[in-house]
């Protein structure tokens, strides 16, 4: 579904960062942005996981190094849906808000 692109050595450094959104209006004033810390959580098999951060990579949204160590996710008695082997990672980002 997904194509894995290897990032080119060309690349901007600073790709890890995403582009501010276009100003709006027609006012040549500067907007104030909130900067927020969003948390995202990835839930699955390791290979799912390490394939969903190459993707997030590749598209220039996150370094795989700003990801957490994959940590086993506890089978539990309460949650039946709980499938075996499966891992999580974490990763907070700031995003800027207008």
Known sequence: ???????D???????SS????PKSGASGGTRPLTPEKVRHMLYGS???I???IKILHAIGYADPN???DPLPVPQS??????KPNQWMV???????LE
């Not at 050595?9 to 790709?15: G, I, L």
């Not at 974490?90 to 800027?96: C, D, E, S, Y």
């Open 46 to 48: 390791l290979a799912g």
């Open 9 to 15: 050595s060309n690349d901007n450094p600073e790709a």
């Open 90 to 96: 974490i990763m907070t980002k700031t995003v800027l």
């Open 77 to 82: 008695d309460a949650n039946p849906a709980t």
């Open 50 to 52: 390490e394939r969903t």
């Open 66 to 68: 700003d990801w957490s």
């Open 1 to 7: 579904m997904f194509e894995y692109l290897e990032p």
């Open 18 to 21: 995403l582009p501010l959104p």
